[in-house]
T-cell receptor, first 112, second 117 residues
Framework: NAGVTQTPKFQVLKTGQSMTLQCAQDMNHEYMSWYRQDPGMGLRLIHYSVGAGITDQGEVPNGYNVSRSTTEDFPLRLLSAAPSQTSVYFC???????????FGEGSWLTVV | AQKVTQAQTEISVVEKEDVTLDCVYETRDTTYYLFWYKQPPSGELVFLIRRNSFDEQNEISGRYSWNFQKSTSSFNFTITASQVVDSAVYFCALIPNNAGNNRKLIWGLGTSLAVNP
């Protein structure tokens, strides 16, 4: 089973560049989300979606956009990369509220 | 306030020792869900257990066990006869059922466990 698939696994960007982190899940989960993980700060929610066509902001949404055109896909766009966005990004999905949340393998992003 | 506290930042044990990772949570909600995740050195987040607030039964899965006590708002995780492969960062997390929180997972900062041969 593929579960949650996110790409790329590693990426180096220059300041000001834009890019999209892809996320797809094959479990027909309604709820999807993006987190970033930074040393000493744990995981912080960037954006989330409770279903196709519905997205909302998490704790740290600035500098990121999301869309949810299908149940399966939830891409995260960095509009103009900044060094502060150097982090590990995780995409996650769950069937419904309170259910087990499954994570992708993570994307290591460095902005220079 | 909704919060998860993992007071132990780092733990180091020798293989075959038992080790308990502490997790204390805060929530006003009567319905909530608790989780433990493991993050090995390779970086992925691995689901270990999910508990809802109405189920206070302790859980055992092989060498892993969990002690959920609502009276002390704790959800502690014990590894029996630890192995080197248990070396990882372990996260405790909470989902309050308050609709205003809209299903957000609240994370502890993690406990880094090193199991030495």
């Amino acid at each position: 089973n593929a579960g949650v698939t996110q790409t790329p696994k590693f990426q180096v960007l220059k300041t000001g560049q834009s890019m999209t982190l892809q996320c797809a899940q094959d479990m027909n989960h309604e709820y999807m989300s993006w987190y970033r993980q930074d040393p000493g700060m744990g995981l912080r929610l960037i954006h989330y979606s409770v279903g196709a066509g519905i997205t909302d902001q998490g704790e740290v949404p600035n500098g990121y956009n999301v869309s949810r055109s299908t149940t399966e896909d939830f891409p995260l766009r960095l509009l103009s990369a900044a060094p502060s966005q150097t982090s590990v990004y995780f995409c996650a999905s769950s069937r419904f509220s309170g259910n087990t949340i499954y994570f992708g393998e993570g994307s290591w992003l460095t902005v220079v | 306030a909704q919060k998860v506290t993992q007071a132990q930042t780092e733990i180091s044990v020798v293989e075959k020792e038992d080790v308990t990772l502490d997790c204390v949570y805060e929530t006003r909600d009567t319905t909530y869900y608790l989780f433990w995740y493991k993050q090995p050195p390779s970086g992925e987040l691995v689901f270990l257990i999910r508990r809802n607030s109405f189920d206070e039964q302790n859980e055992i899965s092989g060498r892993y066990s969990w002690n959920f006590q609502k009276s002390t708002s704790s959800f502690n995780f014990t590894i029996t006869a630890s192995q080197v492969v248990d070396s990882a960062v372990y996260f405790c997390a909470l989902i309050p059922n308050n609709a205003g929180n809209n299903r957000k997972l609240i994370w502890g900062l993690g406990t880094s466990l090193a199991v030495n041969p």
